[in-house]
Every structure is written in C-alpha cells, then in structure tokens.
C-alpha cells in the first residue's frame, strides 16, 4: 500500500471450506483500508450467483464487470474488488478480470497497479483438510504448516475443481 509505484495491483487468493474466515479476513483488511469499511464506495463485492447467474449472459457480465472495474479504478486508484464464490464463476467471466490484475502498466490509459482485487473461494477445502490431516498425523504442530507444505494439492485441486463452470 506504501509503494508509489508497485509493478501489479496486489491479488489475494482466500481458500477453504464455508464458515473458515475467507469473508471476515476479507472484511478485516477492508475496515483496516479504508475509513468508512465496507461501506466505502471505493469497496466493490461481486458475489457469482448474485451478480452473474446466468451463463448466456456471460458477454454482457464480462462487459459490464471490465467497464465497472475501469470505471472504479479511473475515480480511485486504490479502489478494492472482491470476489466472493469464485468456485462458481463462469471461467470465461475469470478470464476477463485477468488482464486488470497483470503486469500492465496500463491498459486503455488506465493504471491498475494500485487496485486490490481479492478471491474467495471454497474451492481446495477439502485438499486443505487432508494436507493439514496428514501433517497432525505426522506429529506436527499447526503452527508448523506452510504455505509450500499445501500449495501444489491447493493448485491441483482449485484448477480441477468440477464445481466451476
């Protein structure tokens, strides 16, 4: 948040099962951001089901949600997306968010390097709970478990997972 100048917006990726946090870590970082929290205009919640439920509409939500997004980021450079769900959002919906949180100095004259854009979603819970099973039945403390220690099963397992679209 400090960099004047970061390379790329800062993208968070928040896995697990419902009830594990990914929300409420979602909402600490928010109402430690920004003033007004969750209420500030400058904070933009897309819930899959919600926002795009349907998949022949997909053109007009990747439209809308690339112009949203320009629109925001151009008012506010530190402007804040989160997308809750992201298990259940349409791929080719995904697919046009990427350009907005890659290494783009700027695209169509806007700079998107400050923009947060956070992920939440159930997919991996369930890769998350064997790894962290088997690292109990090991003898190892929680506290030991790192990110390498679950990254490639979380990997594998989000970009398999059959509840996407």
Not at 31 to 57: C, Q, W
Not at 127 to 147: A, N, Y
């Amino acid at each position: 948040m400090k960099n004047p100048n970061p390379k790329k917006p800062l993208v968070l990726s928040l896995h697990g099962w419902t009830g594990t946090g990914k929300n409420f870590v979602s909402q600490l970082i928010v109402e430690n951001i920004y003033k007004e929290g969750m209420d500030s205009s400058f904070v933009h919640v897309f819930t899959s089901e919600l926002h795009f439920p349907h998949a022949r509409e997909i053109e007009n939500y990747k439209s809308q949600l690339q112009h949203w997004i320009r629109g925001n980021v151009t008012n506010c450079a530190h402007s804040m997306f989160i997308f809750d769900e992201m298990d259940k959002m349409h791929p080719g919906l995904i697919d046009s968010i990427k350009p907005f949180v890659d290494y783009y100095d700027k695209l169509d004259g806007v700079s998107y390097r400050k923009a947060i854009f956070i992920f939440l979603s159930n997919a991996g819970g369930e890769s998350i709970t064997h790894t962290t099973l088997d690292f109990w039945k090991t003898g190892k403390d929680r506290e030991e478990l790192e990110l390498k220690d679950v990254e490639m099963s979380l990997s594998l397992s989000v970009f398999n997972n059959k509840n996407s679209e």
